[in-house]
């Protein structure tokens, strides 16, 4: 080329030339989306592992519990333990079905057993048999169980021992909840009945909202919650219970502070009583029995209890309810407006007594002389 001559350069050299080279942009947007993702997956399948409750430790499987009771087999296949007291059941003249309550077994029948005169059991020829509510103790659990399905194993068992046409009912605390579903089921079964103590259910419709809320407001605040999962989200009670960020029900951990003064002076007498079976009770799992029972029990019900007619107009069949004046976990003022309702419930309420009532000096003899006594027309 001649010296001195110029090269000519194109517009669009000279851009190409002057332009800024790209930027390259690490691909951490991406990376950062895949590891959100993973932690949410991983999240979800956490949460979905901690509600599910363990395999149920079933007694006689193979790695569960031995059967040490007496049980019949029901018509599903699932087994019912039940012990027997008083005087034998071919000599019987009142034969009665003791429900236990809440975190309790069939020898809880202790809250009216162990301190019921002997002449009593003698002269009126008293059988007293309790059983062990699906998932307690040695009774198989029921992964389908309702609010009628146990008035029916109530009837099946009765049927099994061959306790006849009629029987008695007495039910404590949960125990005594249930007794409302023999009334509804299998009224034509009773020769009498007994609620003590009955749990209610505060989302029963017949309950006036603001008697209800009041009633709510007196639990503990961890009570209040621990009942919220139970009646709006069942599927979450095994979670609830048994983690530990916040407080569970205070009954599952046995918290002093639902006692009053009362129940505070009968727990010695109580826990020498419970010392020999309590580890029985909750040997199957703690979710196939607290926590199924507080989804059935403060669920949504099928029926209402506020609003049962009368189904023995013509038997003159008696029923009574006794409460505690003091029950700091069965609110009174839910217990007097049920009794209200139902003029033809006998309805006793004990002044300073607490909760556990039934294990004070002469309640057991009052219980079941008022029970007798009513079937007598008495």
Same mark, same amino acid.
């Given at each position: 080329?001649?010296?001195?001559?110029?090269?000519?350069?194109?517009?669009?050299?000279?851009?190409?030339?002057?332009?800024?080279?790209?930027?390259?942009?690490?691909?951490?947007?991406?990376?950062?989306?895949?590891?959100?993702?993973?932690?949410?997956?991983?999240?979800?399948?956490?949460?979905?592992?901690?509600?599910?409750?363990?395999?149920?430790?079933?007694?006689?499987?193979?790695?569960?519990?031995?059967?040490?009771?007496?049980?019949?087999?029901?018509?599903?296949?699932?087994?019912?333990?039940?012990? !027997?007291?008083?005087?034998?059941?071919?000599?019987?003249?009142?034969?009665?079905?003791?429900?236990?309550?809440?975190?309790?077994?069939?020898?809880?029948?202790?809250?009216?057993?162990?301190?019921?005169?002997?002449? %009593?059991?003698?002269?009126?020829?008293?059988?007293?048999?309790?059983?062990? $509510?699906?998932?307690?103790?040695?009774?198989?659990?029921?992964?389908?169980?309702?609010?009628?399905?146990?008035?029916?194993?109530? !009837?099946?068992?009765?049927?099994?021992?061959?306790?006849?046409?009629?029987?008695?009912?007495?039910?404590?605390?949960?125990?005594?909840?249930?007794?409302?579903?023999?009334?509804?089921?299998?009224?034509? $079964?009773?020769?009498?009945?007994?609620?003590?103590?009955?749990?209610?259910?505060?989302?029963?419709?017949?309950?006036?909202?603001?008697?209800?809320?009041?009633?709510?407001?007196?639990?503990?605040?961890?009570?209040?919650?621990?009942?919220?999962?139970?009646?709006?989200?069942?599927?979450?009670?095994?979670?609830?219970?048994?983690?530990?960020?916040?407080?569970?029900?205070?009954?599952?951990?046995?918290?002093?502070?639902?006692?009053?003064?009362?129940?505070?002076?009968?727990?010695?007498?109580? $826990?020498?009583? $419970?010392?020999?079976?309590?580890?029985?009770?909750?040997?199957?799992?703690?979710?196939?029995?607290?926590?199924?029972?507080?989804?059935?029990?403060?669920?949504?019900?099928?029926?209402?209890?506020?609003?049962?007619?009368?189904?023995?107009?013509?038997?003159?069949?008696?029923?009574?309810?006794?409460?505690?004046?003091?029950?700091?976990?069965?609110?009174? !003022?839910?217990?007097?407006?049920?009794?209200?309702?139902?003029?033809? %419930?006998?309805?006793? !309420?004990?002044?300073?007594?607490?909760?556990?009532?039934?294990?004070?000096?002469?309640?057991?003899?009052?219980?079941?002389?008022?029970?007798?006594?009513?079937?007598?027309?008495?």
């Amino acid at each position: 080329m001649a010296a001195g001559s110029t090269r000519k350069i194109s517009a669009a050299s000279a851009r190409a030339h002057t332009r800024k080279p790209k930027a390259t942009s690490p691909k951490f947007g991406g990376i950062f989306k895949k590891i959100l993702f993973v932690c949410f997956v991983g999240f979800v399948a956490w949460a979905y592992q901690a509600t599910q409750p363990p395999t149920p430790n079933t007694c006689g499987s193979k790695n569960g519990p031995t059967v040490t009771a007496s049980r019949i087999q029901l018509k599903d296949g699932r087994h019912l333990a039940y012990e !027997e007291y008083g005087v034998p059941k071919d000599n019987a003249k009142h034969k009665i079905v003791f429900v236990h309550g809440f975190d309790s077994c069939r020898h809880d029948a202790s809250a009216i057993t162990a301190h019921l005169s002997p002449e %009593i059991v003698e002269s009126e020829g008293v059988y007293v048999v309790s059983f062990d $509510r699906p998932g307690y103790g040695e009774s198989d659990p029921n992964s389908k169980q309702t609010v009628k399905s146990i008035a029916y194993d109530i !009837e099946e068992l009765a049927d099994q021992l061959g306790l006849g046409q009629r029987f008695y009912v007495v039910g404590f605390s949960l125990g005594g909840q249930i007794v409302w579903t023999c009334l509804k089921y299998i009224p034509h $079964r009773l020769a009498g009945a007994a609620l003590i103590a009955p749990s209610v259910n505060f989302w029963w419709q017949g309950i006036p909202p603001n008697l209800s809320a009041e009633a709510y407001k007196q639990q503990l605040p961890q009570d209040q919650w621990a009942l919220r999962v139970a009646h709006y989200t069942p599927w979450l009670n095994y979670w609830w219970n048994s983690q530990k960020l916040f407080p569970g029900f205070s009954l599952i951990a046995q918290s002093p502070l639902v006692l009053s003064n009362q129940d505070i002076e009968l727990i010695p007498r109580i $826990r020498s009583i $419970r010392e020999e079976y309590q580890a029985q009770v909750r040997q199957q799992g703690e979710f196939e029995s607290l926590h199924r029972d507080l989804a059935v029990a403060f669920g949504k019900w099928e029926f209402d209890p506020t609003g049962l007619e009368n189904p023995f107009l013509e038997s003159g069949v008696s029923v009574d309810l006794w409460q505690g004046e003091e029950d700091k976990i069965v609110p009174v !003022e839910l217990q007097r407006f049920i009794a209200n309702q139902l003029p033809w %419930i006998n309805y006793h !309420e004990l002044s300073g007594a607490g909760h556990m009532f039934p294990f004070a000096d002469g309640i057991a003899d009052s219980v079941i002389k008022q029970l007798l006594a009513g079937n007598k027309g008495l």
